[in-house]
């Protein structure tokens, strides 16, 4: 049976051309208004107050008179800028948390060229993160400090706390992966999927660092109508508006400024986490040390995105099950990864949860 002919005005076909024409026109207008430097992302005071090679350690600078004396250290993934915890004016984690008189400091792992490929899981957490806990340590005169882990930097923040927990107060886990195998099930995950199945020694010998560029187009794939079509479709109706369509932009610049993966972390985190899920087997080794979640005695909040489609819920949540501690909280919200950061009704709350939590504790 044929589908019934579908009848289209001339009049209506020739004003929607038109509307479109006209919406076009004001995308192309306003995108020529736009300056370059509009375009920023960021949007907190903050300072280097550590330097080793291309990693920096940066103090954002305190908004309240008496912020909190404990500071926290947030800790970013290696395959995206940390930046998206500070997009823009009222979209910025960093931001609310300052306002909420936390004294905060973050890990920029920089961007490795040839001479970094060398660089191992060690390095970042034994070398890196203790060295910059040690340098807060030392300025605020406190025995241990707090960390927020975000992603793969939630991961680091977890192996960290368990090889020196004497260094940790309390440590807050974000859209980490834990159980890397977690997604097998009915919430499979593609990205774990495609990493199992990877020749990363093959990846790794012949091309040193890990382009940047193969990682985002990797990612892109996961959801390619949504991320590829959709969103670029959508674009037209953000045309008569420039704060969004700023926004917009924003986010495309953060997207695709992905630094080059460091070989040789990026074999040892694929196949020890990925492959092999050797975290929660407690099989784990840093350093010539076994990482034991058991050591994971501080307190402990762990955040989930509930529709995220890179760390799977079930992956994070494991946690409650291999961690030490007494004092284990989780907390889930329902958005997805990117949601975490930049979604207005996950910020009107989430600071504010992580805040309150610490403040508890102290």
Not at 161 to 178: C, E, F, G, S
Not at 222 to 244: C, I, S, T, W
Not at 337 to 351: D, E, N, W
Request: with cysteine; aromatic share 8%; proline share 6%.
């Amino acid at each position: 049976m044929m589908p019934p002919f579908i009848q289209i005005e001339p009049q209506a076909l020739l004003h929607e051309l038109a509307e479109l024409s006209q919406q076009t026109l004001r995308g192309v207008h306003a995108l020529s208004r736009l300056d370059r430097d509009d375009i920023q992302v960021g949007c907190s005071a903050r300072e280097v107050v550590y330097q080793d090679g291309k990693m920096k350690l940066y103090r954002y600078s305190p908004v309240v008179a008496h912020p909190h004396p404990v500071p926290l250290m947030i800790t970013y993934a290696l395959v995206n800028r940390p930046d998206m915890v500070d997009l823009e004016d009222g979209r910025s984690l960093v931001q609310n948390l300052l306002k909420l008189g936390l004294d905060v400091y973050l890990i920029d792992w920089g961007y490795p060229t040839r001479g970094d490929r060398w660089l191992t899981m060690d390095d970042h957490i034994n070398g890196y993160m203790d060295d910059c806990v040690e340098v807060i340590k030392a300025r605020s005169g406190q025995a241990a400090i707090n960390l927020l882990g975000i992603c793969q930097g939630g991961a680091f923040s977890l192996c960290y706390a368990a090889l020196h927990p004497d260094k940790v107060r309390n440590l807050i886990t974000m859209v980490a992966p834990v159980d890397f195998h977690a997604d097998q099930g009915a919430d499979c995950g593609l990205l774990g999927s495609w990493a199992r199945h990877m020749d990363i020694d093959a990846m790794v010998d012949g091309m040193g660092n890990i382009p940047g560029d193969f990682m985002n187009f990797g990612f892109v794939l996961l959801k390619p109508l949504q991320l590829n079509v959709a969103k670029y479709a959508g674009l037209m109706d953000l045309a008569g508006n420039p704060d969004k369509l700023l926004n917009f932009l924003r986010m495309e610049k953060w997207i695709f400024d992905s630094p080059d993966q460091a070989g040789e972390t990026w074999r040892q985190f694929l196949k020890d986490c990925y492959q092999q899920n050797k975290l929660v087997k407690g099989e784990l080794e840093i350093g010539g040390r076994r990482v034991d979640l058991g050591q994971v005695t501080m307190p402990v909040l762990n955040i989930y995105a509930e529709l995220d489609h890179l760390v799977p819920p079930s992956s994070s949540l494991a946690l409650r099950q291999h961690v030490g501690t007494t004092d284990y909280q989780e907390q889930g919200y329902p958005t997805g990864h990117i949601g975490m950061y930049v979604s207005g009704k996950v910020q009107a709350t989430l600071p504010k949860r992580i805040t309150e939590w610490l403040n508890e504790r102290s």
